[in-house]
């Protein structure tokens, strides 16, 4: 197993996180181990999780994309077909292809790092290594890792006004503090 630098935006998991990330999602993210990007106002927008959870399934999507705006951003590019005519250029492109594989690569032993689960030891995430079939895994990998890493991911989120840097619109999702409301105007 290689050993990868550090994921660059990794911090802690608080107790404070798991309930924003309860309001993002309505639901309680299960397996976290920790943040892997924080949305500019702090809140999580990505997390990162354990390959198996508790229960013993097996969860091969460990960088998770949590936040709202960005996820409907991406379910809406979802909904134009954009990802059939990626698919159809890692199809034509070698040079993309080939880059595209390598982030699959990265995807396995960054998941790695935490654990097996034998189940999905070669099964990464969003359709990876020749196909795009989740814009919001793949964005969580790229948000995670940092540019250069999915080259599908980059070019996705560089489309997306904010995406890249992460502005803050968690004023507009249901959790949302004064400080945070007045803020991000
Ligand atoms: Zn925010």
Redesign the pocket.
């Known amino acids: 197993m290689t050993t990868l630098p550090s994921l660059p935006f990794d911090s802690p998991a608080a107790a404070h996180d798991l309930e924003v990330m309860r309001a993002q999602l309505g639901r309680d993210m299960r397996g976290v181990v920790s943040i892997a990007r ?6 999580p ?1 990505v997390v990162r999780t354990a390959p198996r959870l508790e229960d013993g399934t097996p969860f091969p999507t460990s960088l998770y994309l949590t ?1 709202p705006w960005l996820t409907l951003e991406l379910s809406r590019l979802e909904a134009t077909g954009l990802m059939a005519e990626l698919s159809a250029r890692l199809e034509r492109d070698e040079e993309l292809a080939a880059a595209y594989r390598a982030a699959h690569e990265r995807y396995l032993a960054r998941r790695e790092e935490l654990g097996d689960a034998e189940e999905v030891r070669h099964v990464s995430a969003g359709g990876m290594p020749t196909r795009v079939k989740c814009l919001h895994a793949v964005a969580g990998q790229a948000l995670a890792e940092g540019p250069g890493i999915n080259p599908i991911a980059d070019e996705v989120l560089a489309g997306i006004a904010g995406a890249t840097e ?6 507009a999702s249901a959790e949302t503090t004064s400080e ?1 409301a007045t803020e ?1 105007r």
């Not at 992460?166 to 004023?171: A, E, K, M, Q, S």
């Open positions: 924080r949305c500019s106002c702090g809140r927008a936040l992460l502005v803050c619109r968690c004023d945070n991000a």
